[in-house]
């Protein structure tokens, strides 16, 4: 009685908070952040960034970044300068000039070609932009305002890299593999070749009085009298491998990639004698773009994942991305208090993990060869599941720490999995070649299980959700597909559905739902046999994704968020707040509704848009669950109190996520319930979880099983 008392004051206090809440909107969490990087440049203390989504600066060396775009009409920044008091933006076939450190940008692009601009290079007062096309330079002498090509390059030849000392152009010629040096603005060239082995020239770096130049096969070389001669300053590094070269105040930096696709980062600070490999959490899945110095702290800037901070020289790293939001979040899903969040489409990708409802968010790719986008999400018990794709294509990962540390569990080609959801003790996996593949053992191995669906290669799988032992798998131009019998075999559920383009499932008690690409909101109450369409007050535009509470539906579009109370009948927008509703994914929590947009996560309280007469009882599916007696030698009894219908599965699984005992699965009213649990025969002591799983949320208790007496 006295745990029931507690139970109905926490309903009270949930009410009251209810209450207290109607006020409260969308707010952003604070991430995944991070995103697509390629440039840094230092004016005084400030630190500029360039990424694919403009110009960001941080003022307190990495802490906070703001973004400073106003006035730049192409946001894709490929390379940063500064020329005094001037800062230039190259972006697009465009050069941006800024007075103000950012604030106000500027475009004059007279006299520049229609090329992309690559890099930008600052002597002085000029300033001179590098091109793809016909590798033709422009500079400038007049802070960016004209612009003229250099001449051509004798013999025809085209021009590769430049760098600039003083008012000395440097640059690689691509008729004899060298470099030549000019000081008027090309006119005249000069070869600069003494101590140069005949190759093809990469790229330059400028640190302090010495210049560097980086060769084809032949690594690195040094001149101290501004490109008249050279020596190789190649000792301990392995010069097949070096990619780029790149400097920062007095320090020297090299990537090299290595036979086993890993990207390795050095640094010389000692007129190159000797060098410094910086790994330590700098990950080697990913190339680093460049480098910045300010003060003591030294800064990367990485191709797919942000920027990271080094506050001891390199010895180890920690990502600095608040403020930088450009993470597509295509997949949430919960366990316990842990978030996790997938994402893809460049930016910050991989996935995410948040352990306090989103105020901070960890890149959890540990076990990850390669950068891979995450697709779908899935999890039993504690144990997280990852489809993926990109350059770990076609795979399922496997994590039994909280995203901690992962496991590749299958390699299906260049498919790409799009779907996951768990059954009992099977995990389901759909691909975009139209497999559908099952697991039976947490994903250590796996078989086909697509008999009945389309022709492969002909209807790629969207979506897959579970009710009891049935199995709905939805396509993205056939409609919905049912089995009864764990995947063995399927059969098409669509009479009556008008949009066979299926883009999300989701089961709310008896009711099964379908987000279409074109036509809504579709639902059966019947397995799929029949099918209405329950659209009103909704955008035409696709719906996303579709999540369940109770008999609360919330569809996800690039419109915002929207809101049903009645299964479907009747829609509301529930926008209040958000100011991106670019919507991509949805989770609901305990006391949360989680919106991934194509940017970062945000979220809202549950208790702000279902009615309050509806939401009298906690967030959760289920009250606390008691087990008693526990610990336990034979048999124990698991109870709760769920205060609305549905679906639900009670397990007993170890501390790996593996399931040892399957305590029920049908569905259940709303109110009291009770299970008898003994354990099966041979089972060792130790730590157990029993997890109960009901309307898409999770609920678990330890339940600790010791030796008989």
């Known amino acids: 009685m006295k745990q029931k008392l507690v139970f109905f004051a926490s309903i009270l206090t949930l009410s009251f908070v209810a209450s207290a809440n109607v006020r409260a909107q969308w707010v952003p969490t604070n991430g995944p952040n991070g995103t697509r990087m390629s440039c ?104 960016g ?30 008729y004899n593999d060298s470099v030549f040096a000019s000081t008027d603005h090309g006119a005249t060239w000069t070869a600069s070749i ?137 997949s949430l899903t919960i ?47 504690t144990i997280f599941f990852e489809g993926t794709s990109g350059d770990e294509a076609g795979e399922v990962f496997r994590s039994t720490d909280s995203g901690a540390s992962w496991k590749m569990m299958s390699y299906w080609g260049y498919d790409v999995v799009k779907a996951l959801a768990a059954a009992g003790t099977n995990l389901y996996a759909g691909t975009q070649f139209g497999f559908i593949y099952r697991s039976s053992d947490s994903g250590a191995s796996w078989s086909i299980a697509d008999s009945g669906l389309p022709p492969h290669f002909s209807a790629p799988i969207s979506s897959i959700v579970t009710a009891g032992t049935n199995i709905f798998a939805g396509t993205e131009d056939s409609g919905v597909y049912l089995s009864t019998d764990n995947g063995g075999n399927w059969a098409a559920v669509n009479s009556g559905l008008a949009d066979k383009k299926i883009a999300s499932l989701a089961m709310s008690g008896a009711n099964l739902f379908t987000g279409s690409g074109d036509s809504g909101v579709f639902i059966s109450n019947n397995n799929g046999a029949s099918w209405t369409v329950v659209s009103t007050g909704l955008p035409s535009i696709p719906i996303v994704d579709l999540k369940a509470s109770g008999t609360n539906l919330f569809a996800a579009t690039q419109d915002g968020v929207f809101l049903s109370t009645n299964n479907g009948s009747s ?55 008691a087990a008693y007696p526990n610990p336990l030698s034979q048999s124990t009894t698991i109870s709760f109190t769920s205060p609305e219908s549905g679906v639900a599965r009670v397990t007993v699984v170890n501390l790996l996520g593996e399931e ?27 730590t157990y979880e029993c997890v109960v799983e009901m309307n898409g949320r999770v609920n678990q208790v330890p339940i600790v099983l010791k030796a008989a007496e």
């Open 40 to 143: 840094f440049a230092l004016s005084g203390d400030t630190l500029f960034a360039g990424s694919d989504i403009g110009v960001f600066l941080t003022t307190d060396h990495g802490a906070s970044w703001t973004a400073v775009n106003t006035g730049l009409t192409d946001l894709s920044i490929t390379s940063l300068t500064v020329s005094g008091t001037n800062l230039f933006a190259a972006a697009g076939g465009q050069v941006f000039l800024s007075s103000d450190n950012g604030s106000i940008w500027t475009r004059d692009t007279i006299g520049l070609g229609n090329s992309s601009i690559t890099n930008l290079v600052a002597s002085g007062a000029n300033v001179y932009a590098e091109t793809p096309i016909n590798y033709r330079v422009y500079f400038s002498t007049g802070n």
């Open 145 to 174: 305002t004209a612009w003229s090509p250099l001449p051509t390059p004798p013999q025809n030849s085209t021009i590769g890299p430049i760098a600039a000392m003083g008012p000395k152009l440097l640059a690689g010629f691509s």
């Open 194 to 330: 003494s101590g140069l082995p005949n190759d093809a020239i990469f790229g330059f770096a400028v640190s302090g009085p010495n210049l560097f130049v980086l060769t084809h096969a032949n690594g690195i070389f040094r001149s101290m009298d501004s490109g008249i001669s050279w020596t190789a300053v190649n000792s301990g590094l392995p010069v097949s491998e070096i990619q780029s070269l790149w400097s920062a105040d007095t320090s020297l930096f090299v990537e090299t990639y290595d036979s086993a696709y890993r990207y390795h980062t050095f640094r010389s600070g000692d007129n190159e004698s000797s060098w410094q490999e910086l790994h330590i959490g700098l990950p080697d899945k990913q190339s680093i773009t460049t480098t910045a110095v300010l003060g003591q702290d030294l800064f990367a800037a990485r191709y797919d994942g942000g920027i990271m901070l080094s506050t001891n020289e390199g010895s180890s790293w920690t990502p600095v991305n608040a403020g930088i939001l450009n993470t597509n979040v295509s």
């Open 335 to 381: 366990s316990g208090n842990n978030i996790l969040a997938g994402t893809n489409g460049g930016g910050n990708i991989g996935p995410f993990l948040s352990t306090d409802e989103g105020a901070s968010w960890t890149k959890v790719d540990n076990g990850f060869s390669f950068t891979a986008d995450v697709h779908a999400l899935a999890s039993i018990g």
């Open 571 to 625: 829609w509301e927008a529930v926008n209040t707040g958000l100011t991106n509703t670019f919507i991509t994914s949805l989770l609901i929590t305990g006391s949360y509704l989680f919106a991934g947009t194509d940017a970062s996560v945000w979220k809202r309280p549950l208790s702000d848009m279902i009615p309050t007469n509806t939401v009298l009882s906690p967030q959760l599916t289920v009250s606390r669950i």
């Open 660 to 686: 040892v005992a399957r305590v029920f699965e049908g569905a259940l009213s709303a109110g009291e319930h009770s299970f008898m649990w003994s354990k099966p025969t041979g089972l060792a002591p130790g």
